[in-house]
């Protein structure tokens, strides 16, 4: 039936009021809602605007406590239809039951009770849990805070009992934990203590981690928010701390405990690590390591080190003492590793050393040092050099010992009081034996501390120049020799490094000076180039017909680096002065301009013969085997060479009659039974004596080279001065000059440089001298 206009215009103002009362509903509902229901009402309501207004005939029931019903939407089979929730805030809260706080608390203290006496718990973990969230939650975490310290409190207290004993106790007038005398358990040992203090403290930690964990979320929620109270594990430990560690008999009880152990430990027993490693950590968790033990540890490991070092040092030679200091070290970085704090560990190390090694420094080195050098004592060296670099000034006064030890050692190989011959020519021998005696030291034991190498250099130049010019000529001598000698006596690369070492010895000797080294390394370059020049002449003789079954080696001299040699003409079989021609062609063609000497007296030759006993290789001198071979007319020589062959170890020839001396009236003959155990022997030509004209004259050559320094010397002098008298220009000179030089000889040398115009005399006073620019 239609609708009349009136009845529309009604119905259409109907409808708008619902819209109305329906918006404002809606409104209303969302303020109370909760956030994440409206979020979710919005995600889940899909309709449209169209649809939302199509829904207009939904009415609100007076009884519905606030709760829009609208019609189900499969009740409505219209395109649009949908359903719609409007959900609100309950109007009261709810509330806690008035004994909530005391009910939930008292389940709670008995459960810590249970812990704290061992017992099983009624309730789960869980429940436990949630029921201090409970609590925490109503805004109960402070209340439940202080009663849990309490009951930790007062168990905490109650375990002071078992540590000690209250005979006087006046309940009346004091309070239960205030007491008049409180007396140790003296029948209790101080190891049995601890453990009991030990057990103690193992029990109060895992009480603590369970209840702990059933407080945890008052731990992590109240506690973090509140920075004036502490966490419940730090206020456990601090609870512990003041009522029972800190208390002044059971601290000093403990201590001492402690102490007793690590002595008895140090004395050689062996004792419960484990005891000592779980208090010490009890101390340091505790935080009073320092202040209880730290301090009284120290000054009873001082005064034990000091004793044991003093009376050691008395006992003991120093290897043993070394020994002994090294084990007490190792033992203490034993007991770091094992029980002790970290913290202690530089303080600990600091007075074992002091009180072993840095108090006794100098009667260690007095008593022992000279005594493991002489001996080469390699093992015991190392080990005081690293016990030493462990102090203070270890190092520096180790080193200084180090050079008087080579300064005295050094002076008794070098002086001769005795004049003993012997002495003299076993002296450079001796020198290269020291030397590399104490270069193994240095690089072994001292491991080539720049400090020990450089105090080693400085010594050896202070003894060896003690003596004036032997040492330089004696060494000059050796060199000599050796390489005479040549590779008979050694190998190449032995013989290298024997002149290595003798170089060496050169540059400590003042006289020798710059200009000497340099002809010493002049002769080792000439070695090295006749080596160069042998293997293209081998080569070159390839190409050649060879006169003869000969294999010559010939070494290229430089005059100026070498020995002045007086040269001496010999008949040489016929082969040998073709083999020469043929070098001494083959030499020139490569270095045209130079001159060729040959030093007959430097020759060496390996001379096979045969003997009714087998074939054998003679090691002899040129000489020696031209003697051999034709029994030339050359006296002087002639007698050496025989006497070297006739009356040595290894007697080739003949002498009647029978001696050591070569006389005139002497015959040779061949001794054709000549036996020996070797295939190849090596016969020693027999070395002239030097004469006093020859040793006048070496040292005339050696101030010949040295007057060279001594006028740049003094040319340097008076250029800085100007002008000088006599006597202070000599005084310059010998402060300057590091070779011993004779008065005379310096005169000499001034008056040549006026003569050259380098300076002149004063007109009134001839004593004094200018500088000529």
């Not at 050094?410 to 003993?420: A, T």
């Not at 170890?649 to 015959?667: C, T």
């Not at 039974?673 to 040793?695: A, G, P, S, V």
């Amino acid at each position: 039936m239609p609708l009349s206009s009136v009845a529309k215009l009604n119905l259409q103002d109907q409808q708008k009021s619902e819209e109305e009362t329906n918006k404002k509903k809606r409104k209303l509902s969302d303020n109370f809602s909760p956030p994440h229901k409206k979020s979710r009402e919005n995600l889940e309501d899909p309709m449209t605007d169209s649809q939302k207004r199509a829904n207009f005939s939904a009415l609100t029931s007076p009884g519905s406590n606030g709760i829009s019903r609208h019609a189900s939407p499969l009740a409505n089979n219209k395109p649009g239809a949908a359903k719609k929730l409007v959900i609100k805030n309950f109007k009261e809260k709810p509330k806690l039951p008035e004994n909530y706080q005391q009910q939930t608390w008292d389940r709670l203290r008995e459960s810590v009770d249970a812990i704290h006496t061992s017992r099983s718990i009624t309730l789960s973990l869980e429940e436990l849990y949630q029921a201090v969230e409970n609590m925490c939650s109503h805004k109960m975490s402070a209340v439940l805070y202080d009663q849990l310290r309490q009951v930790i409190e007062e168990h905490v207290k109650s375990n002071i009992t078992q540590f000690l004993v209250y005979p006087f106790v006046s309940q009346d007038t004091c309070d239960y934990w205030l007491v008049k005398t409180l007396v140790i358990i003296e029948n209790i040992g101080y190891e049995q203590f601890l453990k009991i203090l030990d057990k103690c403290w193992q029990s109060h930690c895992r009480q603590m981690i369970m209840i702990r964990s059933i407080f945890l979320f008052l731990d992590r929620t109240y506690v973090l928010q509140t920075s004036s109270i502490m966490s419940i594990w730090d206020m456990s430990l601090d609870l512990f701390r003041n009522h029972i560690v800190c208390h002044h008999i059971v601290q000093s009880r403990t201590v001492d405990g402690l102490l007793q152990l690590i002595e008895r430990e140090r004395n050689g027993e062996a004792v419960d690590r484990q005891l000592l490693k779980s208090l010490l950590r009890m101390l340091s968790d505790l935080q009073i390591y320092q202040e209880a033990f730290e301090k009284r540890f120290l000054e009873a490991t001082d005064r034990l080190y000091a004793t044991e070092g003093q009376r050691l040092m008395q006992e003991r030679d120093v290897p043993e003492y070394l020994t002994h200091v090294d084990k007490r070290l190792k033992e203490e970085l034993e007991r770091l590793l094992h029980y002790l704090d970290q913290s202690t560990k530089k303080s600990l190390i600091n007075c074992v050393e002091k009180q072993l090694l840095e108090q006794h420094l100098s009667q260690i080195l007095q008593k022992g040092l000279d005594q493991l050098l002489t001996e080469n004592r390699i093992q015991d060296l190392t080990l005081m050099y690293q016990l030493f670099s462990r102090v203070k000034d270890g190092l520096k006064e180790l080193c200084s010992q180090f050079s008087v030890y080579i300064k005295n050692s050094g002076r008794l190989i070098v002086i001769n009081v005795d004049s003993d011959t012997e002495k003299d020519r076993d002296m450079v021998q001796s020198l290269l034996d020291f030397k590399d005696k104490i270069d193994n030291i240095i690089a072994v034991c001292f491991l080539n501390n720049e400090k020990f190498v450089n105090a080693m250099k400085e010594s050896f130049e202070n003894f060896i120049n003690v003596r004036q010019n032997k040492p330089a000529e004696l060494i000059a001598k050796y060199v000599d020799s050796k390489l005479r000698a040549g590779n008979k006596e050694a190998t190449e690369e032995e013989l290298e490094r024997l002149l290595d070492k003798i170089m060496v010895l050169f540059r400590f000797i003042h006289e020798c000076g710059a200009a000497f080294t340099s002809k010493l390394e002049g002769m080792f370059k000439d070695m090295e180039l006749s080596k160069d020049i042998m293997l293209a002449f081998k080569q070159h003789m390839q190409n050649i017909d060879a006169p003869g079954n000969i294999d010559l080696t010939v070494n290229i001299l430089t005059m100026g680096y070498w020995p002045t040699y007086t040269p001496m003409e010999v008949h040489l079989p016929v082969e040998m002065v073709k083999f020469q021609e043929i070098f001494k062609k083959f030499y020139l063609g490569k270095h045209s301009g130079r001159k060729l000497q040959w030093q007959s007296t430097l020759g060496h030759c390996v001379l096979k013969s045969h003997f009714s006993g087998g074939k054998k290789e003679l090691q002899v001198s040129l000489f020696q085997t031209l003697c051999l071979l034709l029994f030339n007319d050359e006296d002087g020589e002639l007698r050496r060479t025989l006497q070297s062959l006739a009356c040595g170890k290894a007697r080739v020839l003949q002498k009647s009659p029978k001696g050591k001396d070569i006389e005139d009236g002497d015959k040779f003959t061949f001794n054709d039974d000549f036996k020996h155990k070797l295939f190849r022997i090596k016969i020693n030509q027999i070395q002239m004596k030097e004469t006093q004209e020859e040793n006048t004259s070496t040292t005339e050559r050696v101030f010949q080279d040295r007057q060279y320094q001594v006028d740049a010397a003094i040319v340097r002098i008076m250029k800085t001065r100007k002008t000088l008298s006599h006597n202070l220009l000599i005084s310059e000179l010998y402060n300057q000059l590091k070779f011993p030089v004779k008065p005379a000889d310096l005169k000499k040398r001034i008056e040549s440089l006026i003569d050259r115009d380098y300076m002149e005399r004063d007109k009134d006073n001839p004593n004094q001298y200018h500088y000529v620019a």
